[in-house]
């Protein structure tokens, strides 16, 4: 590489990179906005790892696979430049194309994962899990199941064990799966929540029956 090429492609490079900031510190101010909407504290891995808005997290992993790569490639060039050897050019293009590689797989995991439906954070179960049980008429909650659906629902799935199921009125026990439905619901106040109730009743020996 002539010397006078690469102090161009350099330069080009510089630039690049600080374009690329910009645009990586306009997502990172989005993610702040989204963690304040949402009332939490987390680190940007605590957050690719536990958010859900898909949009974001490509924007998020593109910015930063970009001016990773830029700056390898910058590295590069500069390499070249003082040394004169074109190889660390090529070693500079070689590792960009690994970065791609692993952002890929990276982006790729993440938004099968969306797809799938991934579950709420182990906290909101349990706090879930708590909520149930201080119910009126619950003895236990057995199994606490979340699926994500999209950016802003959520399918809840609860195995309610109540206490004195055979003597239970009726009108208790769907006053306490009301007021189970209705404490997630507040719960997830920012989400769109289907919570499907599993009742059971103490040391049951049939299946156990589904309330919607």
């Given at each position: 590489m002539v010397a006078t090429e690469a102090a161009v492609a350099a330069a080009i490079l510089a630039v690049?990179?600080?374009?690329?900031?910009?645009?990586?510190?306009?997502?990172?101010?989005?993610v702040a906005e989204q963690q304040r909407h949402d009332g939490t504290q987390m680190s940007l891995l605590q957050?690719?790892?536990?958010?859900?808005?898909?949009?974001?997290?490509?924007?998020?992993?593109?910015?930063?696979?970009?001016?990773?790569?830029?700056?390898?490639?910058?590295?590069?060039v500069v390499l070249t430049l003082i040394t004169g050897n074109p190889l660390f050019d090529a070693v500079g293009g070689a590792a960009i194309g690994?970065?791609?590689?692993?952002?890929?797989?990276?982006?790729g995991r993440e938004i099968a994962?969306?797809?799938?439906?991934?579950?709420?954070s182990?906290?909101?179960?349990?706090q879930i899990r708590q909520l149930v049980i201080n119910t009126a008429n619950v003895a236990d909650c057995h199994v606490v199941k979340t699926v994500a659906i999209?950016?802003?629902?959520?399918l809840v799935e609860v195995d309610v064990v109540f206490s004195d199921y055979d003597n239970l009125p009726?009108?208790?026990?769907?006053?306490?799966?009301?007021?189970?439905?209705?404490?997630?619901?507040?719960?997830?106040?920012?989400?769109?929540?289907?919570?499907?109730?599993?009742i059971e009743p103490v040391a049951a020996s049939s299946?156990?029956?589904?309330?919607?």
């Amino acid at each position: 590489m002539v010397a006078t090429e690469a102090a161009v492609a350099a330069a080009i490079l510089a630039v690049s990179v600080l374009l690329e900031g910009v645009s990586l510190r306009t997502v990172l101010h989005e993610v702040a906005e989204q963690q304040r909407h949402d009332g939490t504290q987390m680190s940007l891995l605590q957050f690719f790892r536990e958010s859900r808005n898909s949009a974001l997290l490509v924007v998020m992993i593109e910015d930063l696979a970009a001016i990773l790569g830029l700056m390898l490639a910058l590295l590069g060039v500069v390499l070249t430049l003082i040394t004169g050897n074109p190889l660390f050019d090529a070693v500079g293009g070689a590792a960009i194309g690994l970065l791609l590689i692993v952002a890929a797989f990276v982006l790729g995991r993440e938004i099968a994962s969306l797809i799938i439906g991934e579950s709420l954070s182990d906290s909101d179960v349990e706090q879930i899990r708590q909520l149930v049980i201080n119910t009126a008429n619950v003895a236990d909650c057995h199994v606490v199941k979340t699926v994500a659906i999209g950016s802003d629902s959520v399918l809840v799935e609860v195995d309610v064990v109540f206490s004195d199921y055979d003597n239970l009125p009726a009108a208790d026990l769907l006053a306490s799966i009301a007021s189970i439905k209705a404490a997630i619901q507040a719960l997830l106040a920012d989400q769109a929540a289907f919570i499907n109730t599993c009742i059971e009743p103490v040391a049951a020996s049939s299946e156990p029956d589904f309330a919607g």
